[in-house]
């Protein structure tokens, strides 16, 4: 006959070992698995997130200096605080970056999109893309970065030979990680 088999399981103290036990016989037997508790999450899930997004069409007339990109409409927040194109940062701690645009151009060469805080560039913000005449170019990113309460995080674009441009949609959100 097929053997019965009956299985358990227990959470185990924290920092222990996972266990295994078979008992029983005759073709009856039982496992019990006892696995370590895990650290505890946070209890409300993320402790900070927001974002700002814009799909009205911006033109671009030589950006060869750096230019904010306009982002205009508002994603859910907590914890920070959304407005002027800007993200401003309350809890202290690490947070992930999020942010992406769609570049297009009436002559080929290139953009460069770059993630600031306070007006300086965060390390790994920056992708420079080439755009064909004529045509577009989607750009996205993420970060994880330490961000200080007062951070203030931006979206610029430049260019050194794209005289006339557009970003059709663009956005730019934060998750603080703990």
């Known amino acids: 006959p097929a053997p019965q088999i ?3 399981a227990a959470t185990g103290l924290p920092g222990s070992s996972a266990q295994a036990s078979v008992t029983g016989s ?23 997130y927001g974002g700002l997004y814009s799909t009205d069409s911006q033109t671009l007339s030589s950006p060869s200096t750096a230019v904010t990109v ?21 809890n202290t701690g690490d947070y992930e ?18 993630v600031n805080n306070a007006g300086s560039s965060i390390t790994g913000g920056s992708q420079t893309v080439n755009v064909e005449a004529g045509g577009s170019e989607n750009v996205s990113g993420s970060i994880i970065t330490n961000l200080s309460s007062g951070a203030t995080i931006t979206l610029t674009v430049s260019s050194q030979d794209i005289t006339d441009g557009t970003i059709s949609t663009a956005g730019l959100s934060v998750k603080q990680l703990n």
Do not use: E, H, R
């Open 6 to 8: 009956t299985a358990s």
């Open 97 to 114: 970056i999020n942010y992406y645009a769609v570049l297009g151009a009436t002559q080929a060469g290139s953009y460069t999109l770059v």
């Open 70 to 90: 306009d982002l205009a409409s508002n994603m859910p927040t907590k914890s920070v605080n959304v407005g002027g194109n800007t993200i401003n940062i309350v």
């Open 26 to 48: 005759d073709g009856n037997y039982s496992i019990a698995f006892t696995i370590p508790q895990g650290p505890t999450g946070p209890a409300n899930g993320l402790n900070a």
